[in-house]
């Protein structure tokens, strides 16, 4: 039996979660859809989300012009500077990076590339 595309993925995250768990670190996950990208970050114990950011947002919407054009490489830059200031604003630093299975590549890399530039260490 072979695994779908969306259980490979899973899969990935999943072991990716598993070592993130074991060091008890923040972490800053990000999830793609077509349409929107979303970032959130979620304490160590993994039971609060401490800050968020995502192209469904109005505001965001707003600035990236009429259309809402969230699936975007400059609308994933845009997420990454935002979850940046958000994280700094609760007090956080370093985190570490969930890609939740999603290659490290294009959106995914250009969110966390913001993230980095805006002062987020991982």
């Keep these: 039996m072979s695994l779908t595309k969306k259980q490979q993925r899973l899969r990935r995250a999943r072991q990716t979660r598993i070592r993130i768990a074991t060091q008890g670190v923040v972490r800053l996950l990000v999830n793609r859809t077509n349409l ?5 970050v979620i304490s160590g114990d993994g039971t609060q989300v401490l800050a968020s950011a995502s192209t469904a947002e109005a505001e965001v919407r707003a600035s990236l012009g009429g ?5 975007n490489v400059a609308a994933a830059e845009v997420i990454g500077k935002r979850i940046a200031e958000r994280a700094k604003a609760a007090g956080i630093e370093k985190v ?3 890609r939740s299975g999603f290659a490290y590549h294009g959106r995914v890399k250009a969110l966390a590339d913001a993230a980095r530039e805006a002062g987020l260490q991982f």
């Design 36 to 40: 929107h990208i979303y970032a959130s």
């Design 67 to 71: 259309s809402g054009k969230g699936g």
């Design 96 to 98: 570490a990076f969930d």
